[in-house]
Nanobody
Framework: QVQLVESGGGLVQAGGSLRLSCAAS????????AAWFRQAPGKEREFVAT???????DYADSVKGRFIISRDNAKNTVYLQMNSLKPEDTAVYYC?????????????????WGQGTQVTVSS
């Protein structure tokens, strides 16, 4: 079993930055595919970014060029650096992980999920 705990959310003005962290415990997370998803009020949870165990990354078009996903395997932690934030980025952000490399852009591709952290961007 893997437990994921997100932190770093908060309230920020448009144009600002935040860095989210996802700390994994229970097993070594270095070999896992990890991702960030988000869910805005009244909307479905959507893909934001993913990183493979080798460090390969991919992003949703809506955040490409503004967000950066990274990982520190020594700390068993995945990060999401969010820059140039917009009000439409407001959502609960969830960290996800799976030992397999499959369906990386879909909720079904991940077995383990954190509890989420709120990000609110004011205009």
């Amino acid at each position: 079993q893997v437990q994921l705990v997100e932190s770093g959310g908060g309230l920020v003005q448009a144009g600002g930055s935040l860095r989210l962290s996802c700390a994994a415990s229970g097993r070594t997370f270095s070999g896992y595919t990890a991702a960030w998803f988000r869910q805005a009020p009244g909307k479905e949870r959507e893909f934001v970014a993913t990183i493979s165990w080798t460090g390969g990354t991919d992003y949703a078009d809506s955040v490409k060029g503004r967000f950066i996903i990274s990982r520190d395997n020594a700390k068993n932690t995945v990060y999401l650096q969010m820059n140039s934030l917009k009000p439409e980025d407001t959502a609960v952000y969830y960290c996800a992980g799976d030992s397999r490399y499959r369906n990386r852009y879909s909720l079904s591709g991940y077995t383990y999920w954190g509890q989420g952290t709120q990000v609110t961007v004011s205009s």
